[in-house]
C-alpha cells in the first residue's frame, strides 16, 4: 500500500503532468470556473497539504522535510526545467506551517525552477483576524502583514528562522 507522502506524491505527478499537457498557457477549469494559467509558472500546493488523514494513516504528522523533499522530487519529474517558477499555494496550512515548507525546499538548495509563494490565505488571514474589521486595529493589522511578508521573503530564500516568528499585539 504504501506509505502515504509516497501515494500522494504519485496522485500529484500524475496530476500536474496531465495539467501540463492539458493546458500549455491557456484555461483550465478551478472546481467548474474557467482561470486563466500562466504559462510560466505553476501554481500547486505542497505533496501531502490537504490530506487530513495522513496523520491516522501513518500514525505520525508528516515532518516539514518530508513534504519537502516529496514535493521537490515530484516536480523533478513531471515539472520543465525551463519553467522560470513554481508559485505554491497555502492550501489550508496554517501561516507558519506554509512558510516552513517554502523554506524547507529552498534550503534543499538549488533547483531548475524558482520556488516563491502565493499565499493569500496564508499571508491574509492573520492580518484579517488582527484587523476584525475594526479600523482601530488598521496600523496591527498592518505590521502582522508585514511580519507574514518578511517571514515568507526570507523562506523565498531558505533563510527562514522560526525565531523570526513574533506575535504582533
Not at 56 to 61: D, E, I, N, Q, V
Request: hydrophobic content about 35%.
Amino acid at each position: 500500500m504504501g506509505h502515504p507522502c509516497t501515494r500522494t506524491r504519485t496522485a500529484k505527478r500524475g496530476l500536474y503532468s496531465e495539467r501540463r499537457q492539458g493546458c500549455s498557457g491557456r484555461f483550465a477549469t478551478n472546481s467548474g470556473r474557467a482561470v486563466q494559467e500562466d504559462p510560466r509558472r505553476v501554481y500547486p500546493e505542497t505533496v501531502g497539504v490537504g490530506a487530513s488523514w495522513y496523520g491516522w494513516y501513518a500514525r505520525r504528522p508528516l515532518q516539514i522535510d518530508e513534504v519537502a523533499e516529496a514535493t521537490v522530487r515530484c516536480f523533478r519529474q513531471v515539472i520543465p526545467a525551463a519553467l522560470p517558477g513554481i508559485v505554491f499555494l497555502s492550501g489550508g496550512q496554517s501561516a507558519k506551517k506554509a512558510t516552513e515548507h517554502l523554506n524547507a525546499m529552498n534550503a534543499m538548495g538549488e533547483h531548475p525552477w524558482a520556488l516563491s509563494f502565493s499565499y493569500g490565505r496564508a499571508l491574509q488571514g492573520p492580518v484579517l483576524e488582527s484587523w476584525r474589521g475594526n479600523p482601530a486595529n488598521a496600523a496591527i493589522a498592518q505590521q502582522c502583514f508585514y511580519q507574514r511578508a518578511k517571514c515568507n521573503g526570507a523562506a523565498r530564500y531558505g533563510k527562514y528562522t522560526s525565531e523570526m516568528e513574533v506575535s504582533v499585539t
